[in-house]
DNA sequence: TTAAAGTACTTTGAAATTCAAAGTAAAATG
DNA sequence: CATTTTACTTTGAATTTCAAAGTACTTTAA
């Protein structure tokens, strides 16, 4: 067993993190909010949440605000545990190994 | 300035944050002392560590012991003040964006 | 009222990165 | 001395990342 063995590689990108990080202290976050919260663009946000979605991490509600699209995330109780996990792990190493 | 702005993406990729946590507390690591800690394959370590010494966050010392060829990473000063300040950054990511 | 610009995403595919298999060169073993 | 092992490096296929372009509206403005 590595010490990078609970390291986990869906999180090892830095919006995924991003993503990750805001979702566990807000129960929800819209597109745009993810997306000047992290400065990302578009396309390369779109495919981030993507891959958190299909980890089962995240899940996804579409709505119309108004007469506007509007999509949010949140969390799934698999994606805190995993993230949890992912922060023990990193302390773990950073600290002592 | 997002909250993943301090992130740094070389850091990203759980075997170069492996390499960089275990040369925060040796001096040095040969390559066969991180391929065991890591579980990583040889082509996959070399082509990491390259890329931090890339960065110049590590530099490479080649040398023979006895007659057989070894190869020790160090960090560079460089290299160890940009893995303080991303720690730093993840912290007050995870903790309070 | 309809043309133009903006919003909220999604799709696409080129570029960059990751990865392990294969290669190299010398050492150790039998 | 032939074979296996050690210590890496090279290679290129597979995967991932990324932003430009596309889609489907809504809003503004003439």
Redesign the pocket.
Known sequence: MSIINNIN?VF??R?RLGIMSVLMVNEYA???MLKELLA????????????LEKADYIW?E?QFI??????RYATTTLGRAEFNKHIEALEKLINNQ
Do not use: E, M, Y
């Not at 990302?40 to 891959?51: I, R, V, Y």
């Open positions: 590689k090892d990108h919006i819209d597109f745009n990302a663009t578009d396309g390369n946000l779109a495919s981030h949440t993507k891959a996804v579409k108004g007469r506007k699209p509007n999509t």
